[in-house]
């Protein structure tokens, strides 16, 4: 077996930002296994492309040949799964999509890396680590005095997407509890940074905010999700996999409870500050648009065990991140003007005009 991480969706949000930062950080290979759907683009690896240690594999988590084919020939001693769908908006309007990456692919994926473990030998076998991203998302909604989401809160997913991540974390559990994988699973909280595709509600704000477009706003703008700038949710994944226990599952979050009409209010006046206001405050575009349906009220996730067993804590504070996350879109000029073409254009228009 080689020091070889395989990740699949590493061209995503999540993703490239864990691999930039592995690749940075520690010595292993990293071979990223991407379909490269609409949410998947390579410029975000491009400072890694000619790396020896890097190989990109295009491809589908579902097609169980080329799994498996990848499995023999770079023998990786950990998977971590990040490919999935990731937009609730997108699974309300057409779940199928949903259920074929996030249930079928992780259980193909599942299936071919069973058969690889299976015959892996002493050492090997017992240092082989399965890691599954998920998200708090399938804990379902709190009301304003609930207890953050702990490790065992009861799962109650409310939209598509949450079902088809709950239904992916309860295969990966059954596949430790049957057949003895050595999996480890992740629940985190909303994540912000680099690279997020502008579908997602921080990105999409200051974008439309920079353009002075309106900044739409789901129904009272009350909802609350607890934010965690991405590089601390990478470092987090980084300590589960090498000093999780294996069969747990790990609750991140950054203790960051924010109602989106603040982050939204934030985000304008940073704008204003960084790009120049004209006297005109970016705070008048926001427009309060019709409710997501089934739309959660809180999420919050209580981080103590992986903070008390594995010493993991976020670096960055809401404030620090946000100032660092508005500056990136604002300077990274060519990577928006390339991500909001085609596809994008075009779900904004079907998604935004109902
Ligand atoms: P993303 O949508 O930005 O990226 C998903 C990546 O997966 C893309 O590169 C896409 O091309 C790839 N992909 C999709 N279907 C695939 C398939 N069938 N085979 C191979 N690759 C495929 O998502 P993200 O925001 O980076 O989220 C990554 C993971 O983290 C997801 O599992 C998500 O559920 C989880 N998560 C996300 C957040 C968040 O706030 N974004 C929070 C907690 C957990
Ligand atoms: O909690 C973790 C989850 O966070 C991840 O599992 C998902 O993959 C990720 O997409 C994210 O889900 P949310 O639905 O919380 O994120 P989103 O950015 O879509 O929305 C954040 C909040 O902002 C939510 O309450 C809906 C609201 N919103 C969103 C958009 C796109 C708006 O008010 N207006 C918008 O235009």
Redesign the pocket.
């Known amino acids: 077996m080689e020091n070889t991480i395989l990740v699949?969706?590493?061209?995503?949000?999540?993703?490239s930002n864990f691999i930039l930062q592995r690749m940075e950080r520690d010595s292993a290979s990293i071979v990223n296994?991407?379909?490269?759907?609409y949410?998947?683009?390579l410029h975000n690896l491009e400072a890694i492309t000619n790396e020896r240690r890097y190989e990109f594999v295009h491809?589908?988590?579902?097609d169980r040949s080329l799994v498996r084919g990848l499995l023999e020939r770079r023998k990786p001693r950990a998977i971590v799964?990040?490919?999935?769908?990731?937009?609730v908006d997108r699974s309300i309007r057409g779940p199928e999509d949903f259920i074929?990456?996030?249930v079928d692919?992780t259980f193909a994926l599942l299936e071919e890396v069973r058969a690889y473990w299976e015959v892996l030998v002493d050492q090997e076998r017992a240092d082989f680590r399965f890691l599954h991203?998920?998200?708090?998302e399938v804990y379902g909604s709190l009301g304003p005095s609930d207890p953050a989401f702990s490790e065992s809160t009861p799962y109650a997913p409310n939209s598509p997407y949450a079902a088809s991540?709950a239904a992916s974390d309860h295969f990966v559990r059954a596949y430790h509890h049957t057949y003895g994988l050595p999996v480890l699973t992740t629940?985190?909280?909303?994540?912000y940074g680099r690279f997020?595709?502008p579908e997602?509600l921080i990105p999409l704000v200051i974008l439309n905010a920079r353009d002075g477009k309106p900044l739409p706003v789901y129904g009272d703008g009350q909802n609350v999700r607890d934010w965690l700038y991405v590089a601390d949710?990478c470092e987090a994944i980084a300590n589960v996999l090498t000093r999780g226990r294996v069969g747990e599952t790990y609750n991140i979050g950054g203790w960051n409870e924010k109602r989106n009409i603040d982050i939204v209010e934030t985000i304008c006046d940073m704008v204003d500050e960084m790009a120049g206001s004209r006297g005109a405050s970016r705070r008048n575009l926001i427009t309060f648009v019709k409710d997501r349906p089934g739309h959660d009220r809180r999420y919050a996730m209580d981080a103590t065990k992986i903070e008390r067993e594995l010493d993991w804590r976020p670096v960055e504070t809401f404030e620090s991140g946000i100032r660092k996350t508005v500056r990136w879109y604002l300077e990274n000029e060519e990577w928006v003007r390339d991500v909001t073409s085609g596809s994008y254009r075009q779900w904004i228009e079907t998604h935004y005009s109902s």
Request: hydrophobic share 30%; glycine share 16%; charged share 20%.
């Open positions: 699949t969706g590493g061209a995503g949000f999540i993703g296994l991407d379909k490269l759907t949410a998947g683009n491809g589908d988590i579902a799964h990040f490919a999935a769908e990731s937009h074929r990456t996030n692919g991203v998920s998200t708090d991540k629940n985190c909280s909303n994540n997020q595709f997602k949710h």
